[in-house]
């Protein structure tokens, strides 16, 4: 499994920043992608997962109605657009392919891309 984590960064609490994880078909076929965030001094938590193949969505409580997960076929990548940035969203994010959006199963993680959100 291999999968290419982008688009971290320093924004501003308000801000918006778009993550990319990019993988290969044959990671994305059939699996689940999802993202995974672990702050300093905290435990990984899931933050958003889709369907490859269906485009179902699950989001953690925490981000609902801020931050967009989507997929795109053609470029084999999955977005994660965060919006309405708070301080708190501040950490790395993994992106992992999984059975389900559950992850029940995780087969491979990304190499973590640092968000930072702070004035």
């Known amino acids: 499994v291999q999968l290419q984590a982008s688009g971290g960064g320093l924004v501003q609490p308000g801000g918006s920043l778009r993550l990319s994880c990019a993988a290969s078909?044959?990671?994305?076929?059939?699996?689940?992608v999802g993202w995974y965030r672990q702050a300093p001094s905290k435990e990984r938590e899931f933050v958003a997962a889709?369907?490859?193949?269906?485009?179902?969505?699950r989001y953690a409580d925490s981000v609902k109605g801020r931050f967009t997960i989507s997929r795109d076929s053609a470029q084999k990548k999955v977005y994660l657009q965060m919006n309405s940035l708070k301080a708190e969203d501040t950490a790395v994010y993994y992106c992992?392919?999984?059975?389900?959006?559950?992850?029940?199963?995780?087969?491979?993680w990304g190499q973590g891309t640092l968000v930072t959100v702070s004035s």
């Open positions: 992992a392919v999984g059975d389900n959006y559950y992850f029940t199963r995780i087969y491979g």
């Open positions: 078909a044959r990671t994305l076929n059939g699996n689940t």
């Open positions: 889709i369907t490859w193949r269906s485009g179902s969505t």
